[in-house]
């Protein structure tokens, strides 16, 4: 899958899953800061991500998702191996 | 609003009470059982010739792998679970110095990890819908401590901190978590006591009687309705003035 796709698909979940802002979602926002998700929110980004996906996230990756960029980096990492 | 609630151990005694209140308010009720299958299927019969709609659901509470397969049954059939009463509960009662560690594991087991294995499955689907009552039948026997009892009080004492940890951590999606917990009720769990203990007991009960499964029932059903929503947190006692 390509990146811009995942892009797509996961500001669709970010919206709809998580009741993020549409116009403040880029790759470089930072889920905490720029987002305002607090530690559950971070759960349920992951639980979406995974239902979305298919994929396993295990919470030693998940510490290193900060940014819309590096879960799309993951994601993408994970459907291309 | 009609919700999906799934309660445990509702084939007889408090559950069953239980899934018929939550069922009179127009919910969809889950029967749990683990090895009562005819009981479970009457409860689920009185529900439907009263209008309403259930589903029996086999399981072993205290398996992690049985508990999954029946939320994902109910779910299947009902829709997400929203209301999630955890009542299930065995006791094996002995003196400290008699108690096997058997004993001990299974009786946690039942009580607690259930609530455990049920809730974080619950909470997926409630933190979705942004609401959710999850309601955990405790025990006085979990605030006071009762002789002969260890392993029993430890799992429903167990259950007081389990729900006040839950409650802090989804508050704010709209979740409430709460503990009812009964004093000495007329159930198949209280049958097996023996004239004098219930004559000692009704002694130090201010309304003088036991109460009846029902009563715990209408505790619980209030707390599941939308007009609890700002009650999270809390133990409530239906015991009759036990611990007054
Ligand atoms: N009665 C009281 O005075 C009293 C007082 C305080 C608290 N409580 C609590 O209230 C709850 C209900 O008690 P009760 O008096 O109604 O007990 P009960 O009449 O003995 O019924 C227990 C219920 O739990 C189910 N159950 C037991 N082990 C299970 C398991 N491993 N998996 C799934 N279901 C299981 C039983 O189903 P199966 O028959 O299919 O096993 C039954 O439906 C318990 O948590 C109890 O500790 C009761």
């Known amino acids: ?29 930072n889920f905490e800061t720029d987002l305002d998700v607090d530690s559950l929110g971070v759960v349920e980004l992951l639980m979406a991500m995974e239902d979305e996906f298919g994929v396993k996230i295990p919470d030693d990756e998940a510490e290193h998702i900060h940014t819309v960029g590096e879960a799309i980096d993951l994601v993408h990492g994970k459907l291309n191996v | 609003m009609v919700r999906t609630a799934l ?3 509702a084939s007889r005694g408090i559950g069953r009470a239980i899934a018929f209140a939550l069922a009179r308010d127009g919910h969809q009720v889950g029967v749990n059982f683990s ?18 709609k259930a589903i029996a659901l086999g399981a072993d509470v205290s398996d992690a792998a049985a508990v999954d397969a029946m939320f994902t049954e109910a779910a299947a059939q009902l829709g997400p679970v929203e209301i999630l009463v955890n009542n299930a509960g065995i006791t094996a009662d002995n003196l400290l110095l008699r108690m096997t560690p058997e004993d001990f594991d299974r009786v946690l087991a039942v009580n607690l990890r259930s609530a455990f294995l049920c809730s974080r499955l619950a909470v997926k689907a409630m933190l979705r819908a942004r609401w959710g009552r999850i309601i955990s039948i405790a025990s006085v026997a979990g605030i006071a401590g009762n002789p002969g009892q260890a392993n029993y009080a430890a799992s429903k004492a167990g259950l007081i901190g389990f729900t006040k940890s839950v409650a802090k951590e989804v508050g704010s999606r709209g979740i409430t978590a709460n503990v009812v917990a009964p004093g000495f009720i007329n159930t198949d769990m209280t049958e097996g006591l023996g004239a004098e203990v219930k004559e000692s007991v009704l002694g130090s009960i201010s309304l003088g009687r036991f109460g009846e499964a029902a009563e715990v029932a209408a505790a619980v059903a209030f707390l599941a309705s939308e007009a609890a929503g700002y009650i999270t947190g809390q133990v409530l006692a239906v015991e009759g003035g036990l611990a007054l």
């Open chain 1, 1 to 29: 899958m390509e990146k811009t796709e995942i892009e797509t698909r996961l500001r669709d979940v970010l919206v709809s899953e998580l009741g993020l802002d549409a116009d403040k979602i880029n790759r470089s926002a």
């Open chain 2, 7 to 9: 309660v445990t151990g």
């Open chain 2, 35 to 52: 090895s009562s299958s005819g009981p479970a299927a009457d409860v689920v019969a009185e529900i439907e010739a009263a209008g309403g």
